[in-house]
């Protein structure tokens, strides 16, 4: 099983002065300890439950290509962008040069979008459900013509309308980046999953209850995998999940032990997950992530 890590958080100590060099060791921790991927939030505002708005923040491409430059393995991508923050046409030209730039190591990460307050705050349209997920299909419709076809014609879509898809460079990434769909919603969004993508996030809790909605999800996928005419074995199950880890059992609270943590991951594992990609406090400090490379993704990587 693989192992990523998202970095949701930049307000560290040395503030915007020591961001970058903060943020590229992460980057090259995260490599040099073996984790399979690198995840930013496609956000632009800081977000409820993780700070207040006011936090720092990254614009998420600018980010994963300054970790390009720092990194040489590592894969990378967005967790996940929203649909309405660009002009498909424009982000497939964006995850096209992050995957061109790195030597093939993108995720094309993309969803329905949710955050009302920075789109209201930036000015950015925020139509309603109904049309975010029409228009969150177009986009991949959008992105399939621009890397799977040799038409460079015209699209014709309800809410997008391209005289081109031109797409020069192609990328490296064969037969494309892997498209990855975010989100838990069973009549759409696992339809779009089952229809398009590569791989698939859900966030959920290490615990009983975030285990039974995995599941409960996969069997819905894999619904919508048989009417689609698609193994769900093609599809990479991925899980977003918040880890706090800590050297001693904890009475109470979220802190779990490695060993706790290997245990629950393999409960995820024997459940379909193949990648577990992890967010963790105190991740800017060396001995958050070295400690995880002693004491869990060996263990894991053997699953």
């Not at 996969?218 to 999940?241: F, M, N, P, W, Y």
């Not at 594992?269 to 577990?276: F, H, L, N, T």
């Amino acid at each position: 099983m693989r192992i990523g890590l998202q970095v949701p958080y930049f307000t560290w100590p040395g503030g915007p002065d020591a961001l970058g060099e903060t943020f590229a060791g992460v980057a090259r921790r995260a490599e040099d300890a073996g984790f399979y991927s690198l995840w930013v939030m496609d956000h632009f505002f800081q977000i409820p439950g993780v700070g207040p708005a006011e936090h720092d923040m990254l614009e998420a491409y600018t980010a994963l290509g300054f970790a390009a430059a720092r990194t040489s393995r590592i894969k990378l991508g967005t967790m996940v962008t929203g649909v309405t923050y660009r002009h498909p046409g424009i982000l497939v030209k964006s995850a096209t040069t992050l995957d061109v730039l790195s030597g093939g190591r993108a995720y094309f990460g993309i969803g329905a979008a949710w955050f009302d307050r920075e789109h209201h705050g930036l000015g950015v349209p925020f139509p309603a459900l109904k049309e975010r997920f029409e228009r969150l299909e177009e986009a991949l419709r959008i992105a399939r013509q621009m890397w799977d076809t040799d038409d460079n014609g015209p699209f014709e879509g309800r809410h997008y309308r391209l005289a081109e898809t031109l797409c020069v460079p192609q990328p490296l990434s064969r037969p494309h980046p892997p498209i990855l769909i975010g989100g838990r919603g069973e009549k759409k969004t696992l339809r779009l999953v089952a229809k398009y993508a590569d791989a698939w996030n859900m966030g959920a809790g290490l615990n009983d209850d975030g285990l039974a909605e995995f599941r409960h999800k996969v069997d819905v996928l894999r619904g919508h995998c048989e009417r689609a005419g698609r193994s769900i074995d093609s599809i990479e199950k991925t899980v977003l999940l918040t880890l706090f880890l800590s050297r001693a059992p904890q009475s109470r609270g979220a802190w779990i032990t490695p060993e706790e943590a290997v245990e629950r991951l393999g409960r995820y594992r024997e459940a379909g997950m193949d990648q577990a990609i992890v967010n963790m406090p105190h991740v800017d400090q060396p001995e958050t992530l070295e400690r995880l490379a002693e004491s869990v993704l060996p263990a894991v990587a053997k699953m």
